[in-house]
């Protein structure tokens, strides 16, 4: 039940962006989001690797998977990259997104401006996923969306929203005439300011905010006010996103 050294060395390579690119592949860990991505069919799957309990009692779920590999814990230790004991690693094929200029021009989206943190992107992926938000746009500068990490925190989201890397201006460009709202420190209060879609809501990076170059192509600045006595210098992006996107989605 041990893996090759050839295996080993293909699974550990997916942790890096450049192989996941190269294979475009990525992992899956985890008993929940392992079972999310398999019953979904929604992605092909290239291989699962698990304990044998694991394999044993999903047997169901793995009927259609051609290479299902069985190995110890402390194999699967080796190609992992969660703390806590893992049962299942799942390499999937990532998914070939196209952009529709005629869904979007129809929907509420994000566009996300140099967000670094896995983490972040990932709760914001989760954030889109819940208040059924299909399009999330990233800037070439931003984490990429298959990272393990952002994988994790995205509980699944990857399987619903759509998150396509592009340029703003080349999105601008393909819909210059949809509204765009974007976070800043000196804007209209999110809670006086109309706000509704279809549009596009801007998420600036953590620590500098919206660049000078998206700024100026805003339709809407809006602001998060802070409650009386609050200190706090800023709000951490995917706090600001969730707060944002419920007010546009309320009914």
């Known amino acids: 039940m041990k893996l090759s050294i050839n295996q080993l060395k293909y699974f550990k390579s997916l942790h890096e962006r450049k192989h996941r690119q190269k ?26 690797v698990a304990v044998p ?15 299902v590999l069985p190995v110890a814990e402390a194999e699967l230790k080796k190609i992992s990259l969660l703390t806590t004991p ?4 799942v390499v999937v094929k990532q998914p070939e997104l196209i952009f529709d200029e005629k869904s979007v021009a129809k929907s509420l989206s994000l566009y996300l401006d140099d967000i670094r943190d896995p983490g972040n992107l990932g709760t914001i992926l989760r954030i889109a996923d819940w208040f059924g938000i299909p399009w999330v746009f990233c800037s070439p500068g931003s984490v990429e969306a298959f990272n393990p990490k952002v994988v994790q925190a995205g509980m699944g989201a990857f ?23 974007g976070t800043v420190l000196h804007g ?24 000078d170059e998206i700024q ?15 200190g706090a210098e800023s709000l951490n992006a995917a706090v600001a996103t969730g707060i944002v996107c419920a007010l546009f989605t309320q009914p």
């Open 23 to 48: 294979y475009h592949n990525f992992m899956v860990e985890g008993v929940k989001l392992a079972k999310e991505v398999l019953s979904s069919n929604l992605l092909e799957i290239e291989a699962v």
């Open 216 to 230: 100026a192509k805003l339709t809407h600045r809006i602001s998060i006010p802070k409650g009386s006595g609050g």
């Open 53 to 67: 309990d694991w394999i044993a009692q999903n047997k169901a779920l793995l009927r259609t998977i051609e290479t």
């Open 159 to 181: 399987l619903r929203i759509k998150c396509i890397e592009m340029d703003f201006y080349e999105l601008l460009e393909k819909l210059p005439n949809l509204p765009v709202y």
């Open 86 to 89: 893992n049962q299942v690693v």
């Open 188 to 211: 209209q209060s999110v809670f006086t300011e109309l706000l509704q879609g279809p549009a596009i809501i801007a998420i600036g990076n953590e620590s500098r905010g919206l660049s």
